[in-house]
């Protein structure tokens, strides 16, 4: 058999960055999210999303349906709302 050559990886004009300053928080891939406007749904965190020619912005994100990733959206980053931090409880014996 032939080994297959590989293509180079070509540039493009959007750049992904996979953690997001909001607030005082960091938002990483793969945390949950609500977006505003969006009743009842819930939203996996995937990356944020720059066009380096407009620098216009976006968020990318995995909608969830009862706990299974069930789509592809994005939204503006201007409409994240972010789930609070469960804390664990502690035993004390």
């Given at each position: 058999m032939n080994k297959r050559k590989l293509a180079p990886v070509q540039e493009t004009k959007f750049e992904k960055v996979r953690e997001?300053?909001?607030?005082?928080?960091?938002?990483?891939?793969?945390?949950?999210?609500?977006?505003?406007?969006?009743?009842?749904?819930?939203?996996?965190?995937?990356?944020?999303?720059?066009n380096k020619e407009t620098g216009v912005q976006w968020v990318d994100c995995f909608e969830l349906s009862k706990g299974v990733v069930s789509g592809w959206r994005s939204f503006r980053s201007d409409r994240i709302k972010l789930m609070p931090i469960k804390r664990g409880k502690k035993n004390v014996n």
């Open positions: 997001m300053q909001i607030g005082n928080r960091v938002l990483v891939a793969g945390e949950v999210i609500k977006i505003t406007g969006e009743y009842g749904s819930r939203f996996k965190f995937d990356s944020l999303v720059t």
